[in-house]
């Protein structure tokens, strides 16, 4: 057993270092020309972030693991080499919190800062801001936790008598105590309504801490993951619906480009006066709804200039540049039909097992402990794989919607084009609903994931925190995801397989 745990640490640590690697080959391959061998300190912020949101995905099956490694321990020594789980947790999301909260808004300041300034102008500029938030998140949480940094468990109080040890024991329904019948309430299931109490104790600041950015983050993930869930796998069946039919001839080719040239002279000539406007200081409502029509026509613009070079391969391998893209399209159909499998089994699986009180079944969590019967990790693989997609979908429906909402940013992901500020976006975004995902995993496996670390800072204190309590109770944030998951599914089917036509000449608000 000891040697089983110490395999356990090894795994660990060698999946942190392939984790690490993995991130770095991310951000090499998706960064733009423009950031090449400088912005040093937000790639390290990027790297680091992606390392730890990845990690604590990982740390729940690791979680699972770590339980089962002293299932069958039968001397006090056999757990010493366990991981000490519930610290690794609170240290993983105390450093997610300081990044979502302090260190990508102070990296995002200073990359986007004035570039005619000083380095040291950029950095005191970023400081400001971000020493400000500080200032105010600090006394915000100091003034709630000690307001409502509490629990309140529900318990029942229990006594019964004592007498000397007997030979033999004789309990019957009508007497569940010794010492006397019914004299006593030392059974839960027969004890009356006035035996429940209040067991009211105060939270650890760090786990206080988790519980609040759990809540911001289970917003998000509410709102994102269930407009993701469906987007995810529809928008890849779309894509390939969407496709291009048949390579054109070049006069077709000539006119596209001819027209694409000119909405690209327009959305320059907009950008250019928009910059003019931020010069002199005009940045209102008008201009920040401007900025984002001119973001959604450039986007729009890319993905007309790629369909076109798709629809008309040039060059001497033009033959394999089209198969290459027929096949592209075919794969994402088959991705799109798997992910769509996966995205009806997790809303299957929240309204089998969460909605319904009592469950009807554990549905996934009997699959994952079917499959650790089969081979020890696959149930844990095949854990950590839903839990990672929903992330995912978490990614698809920030892309979703900020491509059709005014208030919130675009910030895409383009292998060999992706900005720093665009890159630190989506770390903040994926380690802020990192926290969330594994309170959702937590509780939708819990099943699977029973009597582990996870489920006494996610189960226990989280859903028994004052005033916070009430949103897991009635299940909140799971009513929004499938309310959501089900509108987008609606409009997929109306109008997702549509593709939008250019709108003719493109021109900002007056």
């Not at 390392?51 to 299932?71: E, F, K």
């Not at 000539?269 to 401007?290: F, P, T």
């Amino acid at each position: 057993m000891g040697d089983f745990n110490l395999a356990l640490v090894i795994v660990a640590v060698v999946v942190c270092v392939l984790v690490l690697l993995f991130n770095v080959y991310l951000l090499v391959n998706y960064q733009h020309p423009d950031d090449a061998n400088q912005a040093y300190f937000p790639k390290f912020v990027v790297v680091f972030g992606l390392s730890i949101a990845a990690i604590s995905i990982l740390m729940l099956p690791a979680d699972v693991a770590n339980r089962q490694a002293c299932r069958h321990a039968i001397y006090n020594g056999a757990c010493s080499l366990t991981l000490p789980m519930k610290e690794l947790w609170l240290a993983v999301y105390i450093v997610d919190a300081v990044l979502v909260f302090f260190v990508i808004p102070f990296s995002m300041f200073y990359y986007e800062g004035d570039q005619d300034k000083s380095v040291g102008k950029r950095i005191k500029s970023a400081l400001i801001w971000v020493v400000t938030t500080a200032i105010v998140c600090a006394l915000l949480l100091g003034i709630l936790y000690g307001l409502a940094g509490k629990v309140d468990f529900t318990v029942r109080h229990l006594s019964s008598a004592t007498m000397n040890f007997p030979s033999n024991w004789d309990f019957t329904s009508g007497q569940p105590c010794v010492g006397g019948s019914g004299a006593h309430a030392c059974s839960a299931y027969t004890a009356n309504a006035s035996s429940e109490k209040t067991w009211t104790m105060r939270t650890t600041f760090p786990e206080y801490v988790v519980a609040l950015a759990t809540i911001v983050g289970s917003v998000l993930f509410s709102i994102f993951g269930g407009v993701g869930i469906a987007s995810l796998p529809l928008g890849l069946i779309a894509a390939f619906l969407r496709r291009p039919k048949a390579v054109i001839t070049r006069s077709q080719y000539i006119k596209e480009a001819t027209e694409l040239g000119k909405r690209a002279r327009e959305v320059k000539k907009a950008a250019d006066s928009l910059r003019q406007e931020e010069k002199s200081g005009s940045k209102g409502r008008k201009w920040r709804k401007n900025v984002k029509a001119v973001e959604k026509e450039l986007l729009q613009l890319e993905e007309d200039v790629k369909l076109l070079e798709e629809m008309y391969p040039q060059g001497e391998k033009a033959e394999t540049s089209w198969a290459l893209t027929v096949l592209g399209y075919l794969a994402k159909l088959v991705l799109g039909i798997l992910g769509l499998i996966v995205s009806v089994a997790w809303i299957a699986h929240i309204v089998i097992y969460l909605l319904i009180d009592p469950p009807l079944s554990p549905f996934l969590n009997e699959v994952f402990i079917k499959l650790d019967s089969i081979w020890g990790l696959l149930g844990t693989a095949a854990f950590a794989f839903f839990c990672f997609y929903l992330l995912l979908a978490v990614i698809a429906g920030a892309m979703m919607l900020g491509l059709r909402l005014v208030f919130i940013t675009i910030h895409p992901m383009k292998w060999g084009a992706t900005l720093m500020n665009s890159f630190l976006f989506n770390v903040g975004l994926i380690l802020l609903c990192s926290i969330s995902v594994i309170q959702f995993c937590a509780t939708a496996f819990g099943y699977y994931a029973q009597a582990t670390a996870a489920q006494e800072i996610f189960g226990h204190t989280l859903e028994s925190l004052r005033g916070i309590k009430y949103l897991y109770k009635y299940n909140v944030f799971q009513i929004a995801f499938i309310v959501l998951a089900g509108l987008t599914f609606v409009y997929y089917i109306a109008f997702g397989w549509r593709r939008k036509k250019p709108s003719g000449k493109f021109q900002l608000s007056s």
